[in-house]
């Protein structure tokens, strides 16, 4: 088996770096590390191509990278994706097995057949042309106004550095809160077709954590074929609060003004430009057509070294 590292140096305020400073004192492997937004992709997407043989791809990063990396693989089933946390949210390492250390890597190829789970590919399609892969979750309205916030936020690093780094998400959450305008949508889920009034967000779930813990979609489930909808509505601000305290424990979805649903498609139509995000990555906003969200016929795989 071929390995190969792709490391943010980054991540977490630097934790990227200092994860990757012990490893590579006793590390042979090739690694690639990223230097700008959307690197990750290039960087897989290029090793991937370039052979035919078995390939791990060890992510030492957050959230942010290991999405990008499983962009970047779409279509190579011989890539097995690898993970070391090194992030502030670290939410899919929340789902999935992450190595700890070069010593489990090494194990862990060592083993034969290598062990490795099967997971859905979800897509979003904001246009004809804007596709976007996701591994955990993809959100519409105040959640992608919190994920870009957040992302720009100026006390993160300070928090980070304090191990507080899935506050970030909490204090935005009464800025964004206070300017967003909730918004109607239709939703067709298999035949039907269902009318939102007062939405204040719209979440399409592969994996049960966003948010730095938050437990979104709690009986979601990365490999049974379908998507978990979460669409908060119609309910007040002060509500609204309630419902995002309760999210942490999943009690949530037992609050009116939050419904759920479970299918293989969405089909999302905003009665208003809203954003959107990808596994906690802002990607941008719909447009006047509506939005796909799917899951795809292809598979990714993650390395599982859990006995």
Known sequence: MEVHFIINEQAGDGKGAKVWAILRKNSNYPYHLTERRGHA???????????????????????GTIHEVLNGVVGYPHVTVGVMKAGSGND????????????????????????????DFGSVQLDTVHQRYFASNSGFGLDADISLAASRSTIKKTLNKWK??????????????????????????????????????????????????????????????????????????????????????????KLKGVSTYKSDTFIIEPDRVVGCHTDGEYIGTTSDRPVICKVDERKWYVADQRE
């Not at 194990?107 to 290598?114: D, E, G, R």
């Open 41 to 63: 992709i290039e960087l897989a997407k290029q090793l991937a191509g370039q052979t035919s043989e078995s390939l791990l791809l060890i992510v030492i990063g957050g959230d």
């Open 92 to 119: 899919f390492a929340r789902e999935f097995p992450a190595f700890t250390s070069l010593q489990e890597i090494e194990n862990y190829i060592a083993t034969k057949p290598i062990k490795r789970k099967t997971v």
């Open 164 to 253: 507080l780094g899935s506050v970030v998400y909490a204090l935005t959450v009464a800025k964004s809160l206070l300017a967003f305008k909730p918004f109607n949508a239709e939703i067709r889920i298999d035949s039907d077709t269902r009318v939102f009034r007062k939405v204040w967000m719209i979440t399409v779930s592969n994996q049960k954590y966003y948010g730095g813990g938050m437990k979104i979609s709690p009986h979601s489930i990365y490999d049974d074929g379908e998507f978990e909808l979460t669409v908060v509505h119609s309910i007040s601000t002060l509500k609204f609060l309630t419902v995002f305290l309760t999210v942490f424990n999943g009690s949530h979805t």
